[in-house]
Structure formats: structure tokens, C-alpha cells
């Protein structure tokens, strides 16, 4: 295997040392080594070795340094170690037939490297997108053989950007690039799943060897995508935010099934997916993104709605099985009626969960309060749960609808030859936007302060708690401070607009004006319309009421953490957070305390990785583990980037790049440059001179937010985060989606 590998490499152009082999029926001639000059490496090549069924790694010799005078001793070793005790322990064991066992040598022009190392083309561990390069000093015998210290660099090919492990960075950043470059280019000829060898030497990188990694199971791929969820739930979740989401998807998409077939027998054939429509990795959030196209593919016209979905959810990597769902003619006929069914009495349906949301949400403020025993906080719970569950699903085909009328209104608008520009004025003028009406409010009461009394501004500030007090940056994540867990947050943020009085009064009438409509409307376009404006409405509003039930849960398992810091189980109230509900509903199974430490130290390893958009995992997800992680960021030395444009206007400022929401930023008058953003970002892009986003399509948060409070926006620009630095002077021109860096800020 290593010889034909080695020939391979040498045929196709790659850097290998100059080699020989002695194969195996001249193994008793003497080789001439007159021509041999400098050093070598003996190294074996068995027919069986570093195969599917067999390794026998480690077990044959190898010499390095080897002399031309010792080469024939040495190649004659290599030969003899086919009876190392440990190659016959092997032999027994795997059922072969010494006999069977048959050797090349190989004698290799030796490499006196400065760094020497192996690359794997997938992480063995099962994670197929990531690169892992393992390096030290000297020799890769000394690697082998853990004599000197090492140094793992971990590449993610989707996101090109890695991090290290290790006390020494030996590569620098060109060289893990090449060596990823390198590696993408062998398996061209030799395979997808390489363990390959390398020497550098004068910044020369050389290939030593090549073979497969034989650990490695591709039949059941799990697939994790964080393209749309990422704007719920940015960077890292703790364990009960995480528990709660897997819990919430996947029962509400188990009963959006059972709504559109009617037909438990067919959903509980495809339980696996509706139980897995998110998972976690290093406490990070994700779709399971094959799961979801399993649901679509239930749906009637699947083929078209799927890049709709694509297109809507922001999705870059539209691959996916195509294999359809075998399902009964009398069923598919079935399942498109209800679709039809649902999608027609979908406005109707949703005014029912709208009005249902409010008595629910009237019934727990009336009845939880910080006294209840955990015993009543978990009956209020499981009530609340089986209420929402009951009826919740319908927001999905209001999703449905919704991308389904906005994707028509776009394709017909660009059929009426309206440009990019005027389309997403058009439909930021029939959005009535719900997720504005709590800016709205907070910049009236802002504003309003100075003439109101003392007793008429706490009326509406009580009221804007109530109402509002759940929404804010990260809101959808359990552990975020929102205005309703503490209200100093609100004061600040008042503040903060009553410091530039003339710009808040700029803000409040634009936020109060009319909107013109930019497009002339014919029947079938105000039909259209009519549809796309109730869908996005109603999407608002449930996401919106979204934000609510998250605030009540938030609030109940406050309060069970209060009754169990009383208890000693915990050290303080936020410790709830690291568990999940299950250890927290069955407590008294768990030490609570010991989970919680445990749970903090791996975070503090989590919120050190870099974040990823996409993970590709054989058989099943899994966290990482590190005992220290150094973070690489990626930096690309390009001035000039492109995305989509989704709230017009051509601006120039100073760039501020916000990675952390939780951080102080001032961010009057500046251009944000995010990863993505939540609902709760209105409070920060009222601010903002305009926002450039890695994440997003034109019915994201970034998009419908800033085209309503006109700041310039354009997302899916890949990469904004690294390539534009804070205080860089920039030019977004959100008409066309261009942006250029005119001047970089001092690093």
C-alpha cells in the first residue's frame, strides 16, 4: 500500500523524497549501494498492511538515518521483523497465514526536517469536515513514538479557519494552509480519507507517505448546519437553553408532521427525525439539517419548496439526498389535502393561536409568583407546556406560507424587471412589523420622559415590562439577562437614546411615519402581496410571543434555582443554567453542584472554539475536548467584499465588529459587523449608522429590522467578521451588495 501510494504521488507530480523498493522476491540479493549518497529511511510496505480489514500499525520496523553502508543490513531487518512477536500475536489473532504475509521495503531519500507531522484529511475521531495536523520538532519518528512535544492544528474546511493545541505554534499560517491545500489535492488521487506523512524543510514541504484511515464509517453521515438558528441562539448555549430547544423542536415538529398526514403510523416511522431536528456540538446550537429535509420532503411540490427554504433560512450548501420518501399513493394523496387544507386556513388558525397565546400568557402571570414550591412550579410548567404544544405547530406552516408568497412576490417583481432596491423597499412597506413595536414603545418612552409625570412614566415603563420585558439581545437563550430579570438593563438602554436628543427625535417620527408603496400594483402582485404581508405579520408576532414563553420558562426555572439555593443543592441561582431539565425535574438523583462544576469547566473550553456554520459527523455528534485551546483567527488580506443587499442606502463610517452581545459597545453613528443577529438587536441597530452581517436572507431579523428603522444592511457576506476590523473606515453600498475597506483602523 505505501509503495503503490508513494508511486502514485511520484507519478502525479507531488514532493516525495527520491525512493527505491526492494520487493519481496529479491529480498535475499545485496543491493549495490555505491550510488547511494547521504542518509535514508527503511521503511516496510506489506500487501496487508494499512488496509480495511488489517493494519499493523507500529508492528513492522522502520530505521531512519540509515547509512548506504547499513542499508542492506537494514532493508534485511525490515524484511525479518515480518516475525516480530507482536506481528505473529497479530497474525494469530486476525486468522492469517504467516505465508500470506508478503513485504516490499522501501529505502527513501532521508529528510533532515526542521518540523515533521501527519495530516489527517478528516478528523479520525468521526468529524469529516475538519483537517487535523499534528507537528513537532525533528523527526516524525519522534511524533510516533510521543519523544517530543506536539503540537494539533485543527483545520474546519467549511469555514476555513482552525485553531491549535499546544504549547508551541510551529506553523505559521501560510504553512497550515498549504498543508490543508496539499492534502485536498492528494486525496484527488488517492481517496478521501487520508493518514499522511510530511517533513518541512526550508519551508519545503515534502510527502513521506500516504495511506488510508481505515477507522472511519461513512454510512451514516449526521450533517449540522447553523445556518438561521444561529440567529436565535449565537456562540455558545448552556446545557438547560440546549435541552429545552431539543425538547421544544422536536415536539413541535412531531405534531406539524402528524397535522399535514394525519397518519401516527408514518410519523413514528420517521420518529428518528423528528426527534433529532437540532442537536448540539460544544455547546453550540445547530439544525440536523438532514432531518429537515426529511419533513420537507413530506410536503407536496417538496422539489420546489426546497430551495425556497434554502433561500429563506439563508442555507449556502444546497446539497442534499434527493432520494424521495416512499410513501402510499392514498397518503401522498392525503397529505397534499391537508397541506392545502393548512395552508388555506392558515390566517384563521393563527388569530386562533394569537388569541389562545394571550390567555395562556394572562394565566401564568396571574398565577406564578417567587413563593411557589418547586413541586408547584413544575405542575405550572408541564400545564403551560401542554397548552403551547397543543396548538404551537401552526406557526411552521405560517413559516411555510410565508416563504412561499415572499419567495413568489420576489420572483415576480424580478420578473416585472423591478431591481433589487426597489423590491426590498416594496416589501419592507407591506411588512407590519411586530418585532418593531417594542422599539417603538422603548423609544417613546424614551422620548415622552420629560413631559410625563412621575406616576404617568411608571405606568408606562410597568407596562412596557409586561408587555415587553422578555425581549432583548439573545433573548431566545435561558441564561440571557433580560429587561424583565433586571430592569437596570431598560434604564440604561433609555439612557443611552436620551443622550442625543435630536437624533431620538428623528427616530421617533420615522418610526411613525406612513410608508409610500414603491411599486405599481397589479391584481395578481396585490394578491400576492396580500398574502406575503399576513404570513411575515403573523411570523412577527409569533416570534414575538416566542420570546414571551421563553420568558416564563426562564422565570419558572429561576425560581425552582431560588428554592433549591435555600436547599444547599446549588451555590447560586444562575448554576441552573449548566443543567438540563431533566436533572433539574429529577434533582434528586443528581449532586447538582458537582454537575454544575464539571459543566463550567468544559464551557470555559467551548466558548474558546472557534464557531463553526458547518459540522459533518459519521454516525453521531460529539463535543470536543481540550485541555487548552489557541484560537487562530482567520484573516484574509482583501479590501473589497460582496453580500446580499436587504435594506437599501450607500453609506461610509467606522467599522465596529461585535462579538460579544454582552459586551459594552458604543455604537452611535457606527457601522456593526456581526455574524448574525436577533430580534433583540433593534436595540442596538436604532443606533447604528448601518450593519453588515456573516448570516441572513431577506426575511432574517437583520433585514426586516433595519429596513424598517432605515439603516443600510446586507448579509451573507462571508467572512465580515475577520476581514473587517474595528475601526476600519468602510463604504457599504447596500444597493448592490458591494463593500470596501477604504482604510484599515490601527490593530
Same mark, same amino acid.
Given at each position: 500500500?505505501?509503495?503503490?501510494?508513494?508511486?502514485?504521488?511520484?507519478?502525479?507530480?507531488?514532493?516525495?523524497?527520491?525512493?527505491?523498493?526492494?520487493?519481496?522476491?529479491?529480498?535475499?540479493?545485496?543491493?549495490?549501494?555505491?550510488?547511494?549518497? *547521504?542518509?535514508?529511511?527503511?521503511? =516496510?510496505?506489506?500487501?496487508?498492511?494499512?488496509?480495511?480489514?488489517?493494519?499493523?500499525?507500529?508492528?513492522?520496523?522502520?530505521?531512519?538515518?540509515?547509512?548506504? %553502508?547499513?542499508?542492506?543490513?537494514?532493508?534485511?531487518?525490515?524484511?525479518?521483523?515480518?516475525?516480530?512477536?507482536?506481528?505473529?500475536?497479530?497474525?494469530?489473532?486476525?486468522?492469517?497465514?504467516?505465508?500470506?504475509?508478503?513485504?516490499?521495503?522501501?529505502?527513501?531519500?532521508?529528510?533532515?526536517?526542521?518540523?515533521?507531522?501527519?495530516?489527517?484529511?478528516?478528523?479520525?475521531?468521526?468529524?469529516?469536515?475538519?483537517?487535523?495536523?499534528?507537528? *513537532?520538532?525533528?523527526?516524525?519518528?519522534?511524533?510516533?513514538?510521543?519523544?517530543?512535544?506536539?503540537?494539533?492544528?485543527?483545520?474546519? %474546511?467549511?469555514?476555513?479557519?482552525?485553531?491549535?493545541?499546544?504549547?508551541?505554534?510551529?506553523?505559521?499560517?501560510?504553512?497550515?494552509?498549504?498543508?490543508?491545500?496539499?492534502?485536498?489535492?492528494?486525496?484527488?488521487?488517492?481517496?478521501?480519507?487520508?493518514?499522511?506523512?510530511?517533513?518541512?524543510?526550508?519551508?519545503?514541504?515534502?510527502?513521506?507517505?500516504?495511506?488510508?484511515?481505515? !477507522?472511519? $464509517?461513512?454510512?451514516?453521515?449526521?450533517?449540522?448546519?447553523?445556518? @438561521?438558528?444561529?440567529?436565535?441562539?449565537?456562540?455558545?448555549?448552556?446545557?438547560?437553553?440546549?435541552?429545552?430547544?431539543?425538547?421544544?423542536?422536536?415536539?413541535?415538529?412531531?405534531?406539524?408532521?402528524?397535522?399535514?398526514?394525519?397518519?401516527?403510523?408514518?410519523?413514528?416511522?420517521?420518529?428518528? =427525525?423528528?426527534?433529532?431536528?437540532?442537536?448540539? =456540538?460544544?455547546?453550540?446550537?445547530?439544525?440536523?439539517?438532514?432531518?429537515?429535509?426529511?419533513?420537507?420532503?413530506?410536503?407536496?411540490?417538496?422539489?420546489?419548496?426546497?430551495?425556497?427554504?434554502?433561500?429563506?433560512? *439563508?442555507?449556502?450548501?444546497?446539497?442534499?439526498?434527493?432520494?424521495?420518501?416512499?410513501?402510499?399513493?392514498?397518503?401522498?394523496?392525503?397529505?397534499?389535502?391537508? !397541506?392545502?387544507?393548512?395552508?388555506?386556513?392558515?390566517?384563521?388558525?393563527?388569530?386562533?393561536?394569537?388569541?389562545?397565546?394571550?390567555?395562556? @400568557?394572562?394565566?401564568?402571570?396571574?398565577?406564578?409568583?417567587? @413563593?411557589?414550591?418547586?413541586?408547584?412550579?413544575?405542575?405550572?410548567?408541564?400545564?403551560?407546556?401542554?397548552?403551547?404544544?397543543?396548538?404551537?405547530?401552526?406557526?411552521?406552516?405560517?413559516?411555510?406560507?410565508?416563504?412561499?408568497?415572499?419567495?413568489?412576490?420576489?420572483?415576480?417583481?424580478?420578473?416585472?424587471?423591478?431591481?433589487?432596491?426597489?423590491?426590498? $423597499?416594496?416589501?419592507?412597506?407591506?411588512?407590519?412589523?411586530?418585532?418593531?413595536?417594542?422599539?417603538?414603545?422603548?423609544?417613546?418612552?424614551?422620548?415622552?420622559?420629560?413631559?410625563?409625570?412621575?406616576?404617568?412614566?411608571?405606568?408606562?415603563?410597568?407596562?412596557?415590562?409586561?408587555?415587553?420585558?422578555?425581549?432583548?439581545?439573545?433573548?431566545?437563550?435561558?441564561?440571557?439577562?433580560?429587561?424583565?430579570?433586571?430592569?437596570?438593563?431598560?434604564?440604561?438602554?433609555?439612557?443611552?437614546? %436620551?443622550?442625543?436628543?435630536?437624533?431620538?427625535?428623528?427616530?421617533?417620527?420615522?418610526?411613525?411615519?406612513?410608508?409610500?408603496?414603491?411599486?405599481?400594483?397589479?391584481?395578481?402582485?396585490?394578491?400576492?402581496?396580500?398574502?406575503?404581508?399576513?404570513?411575515?405579520?403573523?411570523?412577527?408576532?409569533?416570534?414575538?410571543?416566542?420570546?414571551?414563553?421563553?420568558?416564563?420558562?426562564? =422565570?419558572?426555572?429561576?425560581?425552582?434555582?431560588?428554592?433549591?439555593?435555600?436547599?444547599?443543592?446549588? %451555590?447560586?441561582?444562575?448554576?441552573?443554567?449548566?443543567? !438540563?431539565?431533566?436533572?433539574?425535574?429529577?434533582?434528586?438523583?443528581?449532586?447538582?453542584?458537582?454537575?454544575?462544576?464539571?459543566?463550567?469547566?468544559?464551557?470555559?473550553?467551548?466558548?474558546?472554539?472557534?464557531?463553526?456554520?458547518?459540522?459533518?459527523?459519521?454516525?453521531?455528534?460529539?463535543?470536543?475536548?481540550?485541555?487548552?485551546?489557541?484560537?487562530?483567527?482567520?484573516?484574509?488580506?482583501?479590501?473589497?467584499?460582496?453580500?446580499?443587499?436587504?435594506?437599501?442606502?450607500?453609506?461610509?463610517?467606522?467599522?465596529?465588529?461585535?462579538? $460579544?452581545?454582552?459586551?459594552?459597545?458604543?455604537?452611535?453613528?457606527?457601522?456593526?459587523?456581526?455574524?448574525?443577529?436577533?430580534?433583540?438587536?433593534?436595540?442596538?441597530?436604532?443606533?447604528?449608522?448601518?450593519?453588515?452581517?456573516?448570516?441572513?436572507?431577506?426575511?432574517?431579523?437583520?433585514?426586516?429590522?433595519?429596513?424598517?428603522?432605515?439603516?443600510?444592511?446586507?448579509? *451573507?457576506?462571508?467572512?465580515?467578521?475577520?476581514?473587517?476590523?474595528?475601526?476600519?473606515?468602510?463604504?457599504?453600498?447596500?444597493?448592490?451588495?458591494?463593500?470596501?475597506?477604504?482604510?484599515?483602523?490601527?490593530?
Amino acid at each position: 500500500m505505501k509503495r503503490k501510494n508513494l508511486e502514485i504521488l511520484r507519478e502525479n507530480g507531488f514532493n516525495v523524497p527520491k525512493f527505491d523498493v526492494v520487493e519481496w522476491n529479491n529480498k535475499d540479493n545485496k543491493i549495490d549501494t555505491s550510488k547511494y549518497k *547521504g542518509k535514508y529511511a527503511i521503511r =516496510s510496505s506489506s500487501y496487508l498492511e494499512d488496509g480495511e480489514l488489517n493494519s499493523f500499525a507500529g508492528q513492522f520496523d522502520t530505521y531512519l538515518n540509515v547509512s548506504p %553502508r547499513n542499508i542492506n543490513k537494514k532493508v534485511q531487518d525490515c524484511f525479518n521483523s515480518i516475525n516480530n512477536k507482536s506481528v505473529l500475536d497479530y497474525l494469530k489473532k486476525k486468522k492469517i497465514k504467516v505465508n500470506d504475509l508478503k513485504m516490499d521495503v522501501i529505502i527513501q531519500e532521508m529528510i533532515n526536517a526542521k518540523y515533521s507531522g501527519v495530516i489527517f484529511t478528516s478528523n479520525p475521531q468521526g468529524l469529516l469536515n475538519e483537517t487535523v495536523i499534528v507537528v *513537532g520538532k525533528g523527526l516524525g519518528n519522534n511524533i510516533v513514538e510521543d519523544k517530543i512535544l506536539t503540537t494539533t492544528y485543527y483545520y474546519n %474546511r467549511t469555514d476555513k479557519v482552525y485553531y491549535y493545541e499546544g504549547l508551541i505554534d510551529y506553523l505559521a499560517k501560510d504553512i497550515v494552509e498549504k498543508l490543508v491545500v496539499l492534502s485536498e489535492q492528494i486525496k484527488e488521487v488517492l481517496g478521501e480519507y487520508l493518514d499522511i506523512e510530511f517533513a518541512i524543510k526550508n519551508n519545503e514541504i515534502y510527502i513521506l507517505q500516504a495511506r488510508p484511515i481505515t !477507522t472511519i $464509517d461513512t454510512n451514516n453521515l449526521v450533517i449540522l448546519d447553523n445556518s @438561521n438558528i444561529v440567529e436565535s441562539y449565537p456562540g455558545v448555549s448552556l446545557p438547560l437553553t440546549i435541552s429545552f430547544v431539543h425538547f421544544v423542536y422536536s415536539n413541535v415538529f412531531k405534531k406539524e408532521a402528524y397535522r399535514l398526514t394525519k397518519n401516527k403510523k408514518l410519523v413514528e416511522a420517521n420518529n428518528n =427525525s423528528f426527534n433529532n431536528m437540532v442537536a448540539s =456540538s460544544s455547546g453550540r446550537l445547530y439544525y440536523k439539517i438532514s432531518s429537515w429535509y426529511t419533513l420537507i420532503k413530506f410536503l407536496p411540490f417538496s422539489k420546489i419548496i426546497i430551495p425556497i427554504w434554502q433561500d429563506m433560512l *439563508g442555507v449556502k450548501n444546497k446539497t442534499y439526498d434527493e432520494t424521495s420518501i416512499k410513501i402510499p399513493i392514498t397518503t401522498k394523496i392525503k397529505i397534499y389535502y391537508n !397541506t392545502f387544507k393548512e395552508l388555506k386556513n392558515v390566517t384563521k388558525n393563527m388569530d386562533k393561536l394569537n388569541n389562545k397565546f394571550i390567555e395562556i @400568557n394572562d394565566y401564568f402571570y396571574a398565577h406564578f409568583n417567587n @413563593n411557589l414550591s418547586n413541586k408547584e412550579i413544575i405542575k405550572l410548567y408541564n400545564l403551560i407546556k401542554d397548552e403551547l404544544l397543543s396548538c404551537w405547530d401552526i406557526t411552521l406552516v405560517n413559516d411555510l406560507y410565508s416563504f412561499i408568497f415572499t419567495g413568489l412576490l420576489k420572483k415576480r417583481l424580478n420578473k416585472k424587471k423591478y431591481n433589487e432596491e426597489k423590491i426590498n $423597499d416594496y416589501i419592507s412597506g407591506i411588512t407590519n412589523i411586530e418585532s418593531l413595536k417594542p422599539i417603538k414603545s422603548l423609544i417613546e418612552l424614551a422620548y415622552r420622559k420629560d413631559e410625563l409625570t412621575k406616576a404617568e412614566y411608571k405606568l408606562l415603563y410597568d407596562n412596557y415590562i409586561f408587555k415587553y420585558g422578555d425581549r432583548n439581545l439573545e433573548e431566545l437563550k435561558l441564561e440571557s439577562e433580560t429587561f424583565r430579570t433586571n430592569h437596570k438593563l431598560l434604564d440604561k438602554k433609555i439612557s443611552e437614546y %436620551r443622550k442625543d436628543k435630536k437624533k431620538l427625535e428623528v427616530i421617533y417620527n420615522d418610526l411613525n411615519k406612513e410608508k409610500e408603496i414603491v411599486i405599481k400594483e397589479d391584481f395578481i402582485t396585490r394578491f400576492i402581496t396580500k398574502r406575503a404581508m399576513q404570513g411575515i405579520k403573523n411570523r412577527e408576532i409569533s416570534r414575538l410571543n416566542r420570546s414571551r414563553i421563553y420568558g416564563m420558562v426562564r =422565570s419558572m426555572f429561576l425560581g425552582i434555582s431560588k428554592n433549591l439555593v435555600k436547599e444547599k443543592r446549588l %451555590r447560586k441561582k444562575e448554576d441552573v443554567f449548566y443543567l !438540563t431539565i431533566e436533572e433539574i425535574f429529577n434533582n434528586k438523583k443528581y449532586n447538582l453542584k458537582e454537575l454544575v462544576s464539571t459543566r463550567k469547566k468544559d464551557y470555559k473550553m467551548y466558548y474558546a472554539l472557534p464557531s463553526y456554520s458547518r459540522l459533518i459527523f459519521t454516525n453521531k455528534e460529539f463535543d470536543k475536548r481540550h485541555k487548552k485551546i489557541n484560537k487562530v483567527v482567520k484573516e484574509e488580506e482583501k479590501d473589497i467584499l460582496e453580500g446580499i443587499p436587504t435594506s437599501n442606502g450607500k453609506i461610509k463610517g467606522e467599522a465596529l465588529v461585535i462579538e $460579544d452581545v454582552n459586551e459594552t459597545y458604543d455604537v452611535k453613528d457606527k457601522i456593526l459587523i456581526t455574524k448574525m443577529t436577533d430580534p433583540g438587536w433593534v436595540f442596538l441597530l436604532i443606533s447604528a449608522k448601518g450593519v453588515i452581517a456573516e448570516k441572513g436572507s431577506i426575511l432574517s431579523h437583520t433585514a426586516i429590522i433595519s429596513r424598517e428603522i432605515k439603516i443600510p444592511s446586507i448579509v *451573507g457576506v462571508e467572512d465580515a467578521t475577520t476581514i473587517i476590523h474595528t475601526g476600519d473606515y468602510i463604504e457599504m453600498d447596500a444597493h448592490t451588495g458591494k463593500i470596501k475597506i477604504l482604510k484599515r483602523g490601527k490593530k
